[in-house]
């Protein structure tokens, strides 16, 4: 390879590394802040007033408490997902935004389930049924 191909080659691994990275990271973010809204949303059907305050403290207080498991299992689950993705693609030619966003989906769903079935448990409560 000649120099500029490597540089190329360089930056288009980094590029593909920080978009990774975005997407775990907001997905952890935004997981965990679906599971603590629908939790509370369950206490408030309950009857339960839960104040503006208490709802961002305790989504905050989730998020940290969350994201270094639940981050480090999207992660996984989205390493394999997207290098399944990234074949499919080479070999079926399909839209690649949409291969991706399927096989995440996926990551996500098999990851809950594996947790469920192995350990017994429902891994996250916002995760009971396919919409919380």
């Known amino acids: 390879m000649r120099p500029k191909e490597i540089v190329g080659t360089e930056m288009r691994i980094l590029k593909l ?4 990275v ?3 990271i907001v997905t952890t973010i935004l997981g965990a802040a679906f599971h603590t809204q629908f939790v509370i ?7 339960i007033a ?3 305050a208490d709802r961002m403290s305790t989504t905050l207080h989730d998020i940290a408490g969350m994201a270094p498991l639940f981050g480090a299992v999207i992660a996984t689950g989205f390493l394999i997902a997207f290098l399944t993705g990234a074949l499919v693609y080479r070999f079926a030619g399909v839209q690649r935004d949409l291969i991706y966003v399927i096989a995440g989906a996926a990551a996500i ?3 809950l389930s594996a947790m469920a079935a192995v350990y017994n448990i429902t891994p996250i409560a916002g995760a009971r049924s396919w919409l919380g």
Do not use: K, S
Request: charged share 10%; no cysteine; net charge neutral.
């Open 17 to 20: 590394l920080l978009a990774f």
């Open 41 to 47: 949303g369950r206490l408030t059907d309950l009857g």
């Open 22 to 24: 975005a997407a775990v």
């Open 109 to 111: 769903a098999v990851a």
């Open 50 to 52: 839960v104040p503006f």
